[in-house]
């Protein structure tokens, strides 16, 4: 996963940060407010969020697998004369300090944790890091029936600089409990000729909320909370995401 982002980092600020409709990112700095730092955003990517955070005065550090979007993050950062305190790490293992005060892993994260174990895994390490009343915030896409998608459908058309970006994607079943992703991103140029193109591939495991619940359940962690949309939706109905914040027990 982490080569795919290395290849579409320079696209990622009008790709998939553009394609959050909701105001994760103040969701994401009140929890962090909520309880006394230090605070970990895994999979931080090129700084969407964790930049927000330190902006914000919260003491934050960022990890991802990605070396091409934390080197966009360093950028952005020294352009705003932030810290740049984001380090690469496979969140499957992390090398995290304990006595963590809150550990976030946003914009569905958990989704590409696929093998059986893996994610479980993770917050139970994750809840051994926190110290006793920290907390645990988890989210991911709510997951919806969808046709089946044999060939590539337009996601959107954008301007980018002088040039066009284009995406296209497709979405497969590879078992009954994960899809593969494939992306390709086309950069055009105004007359709609072909400058670049890049595919990516990436497989998920969707996670309900229900889900999302027994995972930090098994875990250890207490306390569940749920939003809908970042308290945008009241309910689960006609939400997109769904986000739960657990603690570890002070005893």
Same mark, same amino acid.
């Given at each position: ?5 290395? +290849?579409? =980092? ?18 994401? #700095? ?10 970990? %955003? ?9 930049? !927000? ?10 990890? &991802?697998? @990605? ?13 705003? &004369?932030?810290?740049? #305190?984001?380090?690469?790490? &496979? ?9 963590? $005060? ?8 958990? *989704?590409?944790? *696929?093998?059986? $174990? ?16 920290? #907390?645990?915030?988890? !989210? ?5 029936? +969808? /046709? ?21 994607? +497709?979405? *497969? ?23 670049? @193109? ?8 969707? +996670? @309900?909320?229900?889900?999302? /619940?027994?995972?930090?359940? $098994? ?5 569940? %909370?749920?939003?809908? &949309? ?7 109905? /006609? =939400?997109?995401?769904? *986000? ?8």
């Amino acid at each position: 996963m982490a080569g795919n982002y290395d +290849r579409i =980092a320079r696209f990622y600020d009008i790709d998939m940060a553009r394609n959050m409709a909701f105001d994760d990112v103040a969701f994401y #700095r009140a929890q962090c407010m909520r309880e006394p730092g230090p605070a970990v %955003e895994l999979g931080c990517g090129n700084g969407r969020i964790l930049l !927000e955070l330190l902006a914000a005065g919260i003491d934050a550090y960022g990890v &991802d697998a @990605s070396s091409g979007m934390l080197a966009h993050l360093a950028r952005k950062a020294a352009a705003r &004369d932030l810290p740049v #305190r984001a380090a690469r790490m &496979d969140i499957r293992q992390p090398g995290l300090r304990s006595g963590l $005060g809150v550990v976030l892993l946003p914009y569905s994260l958990v *989704t590409y944790l *696929t093998a059986d $174990g893996d994610a479980a895994r993770l917050l139970a390490a994750l809840r051994a890091l926190l110290r006793p009343g920290g #907390r645990c915030v988890i !989210e991911a896409f709510i997951p919806r029936r +969808r /046709a089946a998608n044999d060939g590539f459908t337009l996601d959107y058309r954008r301007p980018f600089g002088d040039q066009v970006l284009a995406r296209w994607k +497709r979405i *497969t079943a590879v078992s009954a409990e994960v899809n593969r992703i494939e992306r390709r991103y086309v950069v055009e140029d105004a007359g709609r000729r072909v400058l670049q @193109s890049i595919d990516v591939v990436e497989d998920i495991r969707p +996670r @309900s909320p229900d889900a999302l /619940a027994a995972l930090l359940q $098994g875990a250890g962690f207490a306390g569940l %909370e749920y939003w809908w &949309d970042y308290g945008a939706a009241a309910d689960a109905t /006609a =939400a997109q995401f769904a *986000t739960l914040v657990a603690s570890r027990p002070s005893r």
